[in-house]
């Protein structure tokens, strides 16, 4: 996972407030989480339910989606995202959509053919459905019916001891569980910084839900 790239460690001094959540690195955000549980106890979700409860936040990415976006990640310990998606230079009142993604699954492609597999012309993920062992995902993103490119961004994510350069390719999926949309957010993930290929060093696999901004609120905690 991108968190996974940092050494872990407390720090010492408090950095500044960080996106439309204005939460600093080390600070606490609390997540209410009944909803969404209650709502997936109709269906079968791929992973248990989130808790919600404290969420410490250990590193912050960003990126700019586009003029109209901006899209700030909050990451915990567990490899957990919050993310949040903003017009540029606003606060909560900005915010157009959060939702929160866990880890499910990573494959790191050893080869050409592997990589061909995932990302070529007839790879795997940009297609219109996505089958996860038996479970099936419809493409999130694009109404062509056949496969479409991947979307592509860099991330610059401080942990408080450095600033590392992401490049990412991306591919939305959903499926409803129940009376809420599960999200699976396929990831191809790069370091920038190291001599990694141009096609890529993983890929991610990540379980995600929506929240609403009410449901993120700033903590007392900080660590």
């Not at 960080?18 to 989480?33: C, F, K, N, R, Y």
């Not at 791929?46 to 901006?70: N, Q, R, S, Y």
């Not at 939702?99 to 007839?122: H, I």
Request: with cysteine; glycine share 14%.
């Amino acid at each position: 996972m991108i968190l996974g790239l940092f050494g872990g460690g407390k720090k010492d001094d408090l950095p500044q407030e960080h996106g439309p959540l204005a939460v600093a690195l080390g600070g606490a955000l609390e997540l209410d989480t009944l909803g969404l549980q209650a709502g997936l106890a109709a269906g079968e979700p791929a992973l248990p339910p989130p808790k919600g409860g404290t969420f410490i936040v250990e590193a912050i990415g960003t990126a700019k989606l586009d003029g109209a976006t901006t899209l700030t990640r909050y990451y915990d310990d567990d490899d957990q995202i919050l993310q949040v998606m903003a017009e540029p230079g606003g606060g909560r009142e900005a915010i157009t959509d959060v939702s929160l993604y866990r880890p499910w699954d990573s494959v790191t492609p050893m080869s050409s053919a592997e990589w061909d597999r995932w990302t070529g012309p007839n790879g795997l993920i940009g297609q219109p459905q996505y089958d996860a062992d038996g479970i099936m995902f419809a493409r999130y993103w694009g109404e062509s019916a056949g496969p479409v490119d991947l979307v592509e961004f860099s991330e610059d994510i401080n942990d408080g001891d450095a600033v590392r350069s992401i490049h990412q390719r991306c591919m939305l999926y959903a499926r409803p569980v129940g009376p809420v949309e599960e999200m699976l957010l396929i990831n191809i993930e790069r370091d920038i910084g190291e001599n990694v290929s141009r096609q890529g060093g993983s890929v991610e696999f990540m379980i995600g839900y929506g929240l609403a901004a009410a449901d993120v609120q700033l903590s007392l905690i900080h660590i």
